[in-house]
């Protein structure tokens, strides 16, 4: 049986694994589009959660939020 910590470790895995492969499948000349009007470009989404997972990060380092 898997504890929290393992599930949450298990799921911050899968959910990397996604993000890395969305990044690598965009072309390079998309990386300024919009999946939407009103959206933010896919390099200014990714860049964001990016700096998210560094707060998480800390805060899992530090245990503080």
């Known amino acids: ?29 998309a990386w300024q589009s919009s999946p939407l009007d009103g959206f933010a470009p896919f ?7 990016v700096c998210v997972r560094g707060v998480y990060n800390d805060g899992i380092r530090t245990r503080r939020v």
Request: no cysteine.
């Open 1 to 29: 049986m898997h504890s929290q910590l393992e599930t949450f470790r298990d799921r911050w895995h899968h959910v990397n694994a996604m993000t890395t492969e969305f990044a690598r499948a965009v072309p390079d000349s």
């Open 43 to 49: 390099a200014k989404q990714l860049r964001h959660v």
